[in-house]
């Protein structure tokens, strides 16, 4: 007999359960329903004992698989949410965090105290702060990135999304030209020591991502240097739990004239903010 939806779904939930947590594999069950296969609860509770195609059997049997071995949904899927919009990810992107709307958040409200016109989001990824902001803002927005693979990412998603931003392959700040505005990032920050303790899922981040030297701190520490150098009005950086004390005293070191740390919703230092 073919197997009906309501049956396709029971057995996902079955198969999800064998590798997530339960809580997880309850809304990624739904997740794949909705978003993978584009059919909503409401369509599932009026059409669940309806034979399920052998298409919509097979792509979930893909990624089951694809799953199991711990790749994250967003890259099955292609896509991520970050503030309301669709952003195709890839694995040469990170994918996006809640967190980096905090940024976004601090960035918003900076950049209006300040009077910017121009903003530089330096590692941009798949672009969504860059994106994010052109869109919620009149600024001018420039983004580097070292790969050009996540450029191409956020290429793509600044022009399906609508949003003007002039994008520069380059380490840092170095193919940007002046006058920078404010300066917002989220470098990688994971310490290359806590490797082997990371959640599998993150193996499949590109590496070039997530870690820095000296403990997390290099590129942080670096942009801090340069954005100085460079007479940035201020520049807002996502950072690691722990990581606000030690990088605040660099930043005040280095002759910005105040540095702020804003917290997460765990009470984790996460968001750098360092005036001149
Ligand atoms: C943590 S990901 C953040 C991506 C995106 N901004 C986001 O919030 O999802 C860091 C990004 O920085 C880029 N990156 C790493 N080192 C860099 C460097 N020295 N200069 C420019 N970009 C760099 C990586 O390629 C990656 O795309």
């Not at 309806?50 to 893909?62: K, T």
């Not at 690691?240 to 005293?249: P, S």
Request: aromatic fraction near 6%.
């Amino acid at each position: 007999m073919a197997q009906t939806y309501h049956q396709l779904r029971l057995d996902l939930a079955t198969a999800l359960a064998g590798f997530l947590d339960p809580g997880e594999a309850q809304g990624e069950c739904l997740r794949w329903f909705e978003d993978g296969l584009g059919l909503s609860r409401s369509w599932l509770a009026a059409h669940g004992q309806e034979a399920a195609p052998a298409e919509a059997r097979q792509r979930i049997g893909g990624w089951v698989r694809r799953r199991e071995q711990g790749e994250p949904w967003a890259y099955l899927l292609g896509w991520s949410l970050f503030r309301g919009r669709r952003f195709e990810v890839t694995p040469d992107t990170l994918i996006p965090r809640p967190e980096t709307e905090l940024l976004v958040e601090a960035a918003l409200d900076v950049g209006k105290r300040l009077g910017v016109e121009r903003c530089v989001d330096v590692g941009t990824g798949s672009g969504i702060i860059a994106v994010s902001l052109a869109l919620e803002t009149g600024w001018q927005i420039a983004a580097s990135d070292l790969s050009n693979g996540a450029l191409a990412v956020a290429q793509r998603n600044a022009k399906a999304l609508g949003a003007a931003v002039q994008f520069h392959e380059g380490d840092l700040l170095e193919p940007v030209p002046e006058p920078l505005g404010l300066v917002v990032a989220n470098l990688p920050y994971v310490d290359p020591a806590d490797r082997p303790t990371l959640q599998r899922e993150l193996a499949f981040e590109p590496a070039s991502a997530l870690f820095a030297p000296d403990r997390g701190l290099a590129l942080s520490a670096a942009l801090l240097a340069q954005a100085r150098a460079r007479r940035a009005a201020a520049c807002l950086l996502e950072i690691g739990a722990g990581q606000g004390g030690e990088l605040c005293r660099r930043a005040l070191g280095i002759g910005w004239a105040k540095a702020l740390i804003h917290q997460d919703f765990a009470g984790h230092d996460r968001i750098l903010i360092a005036l001149s």
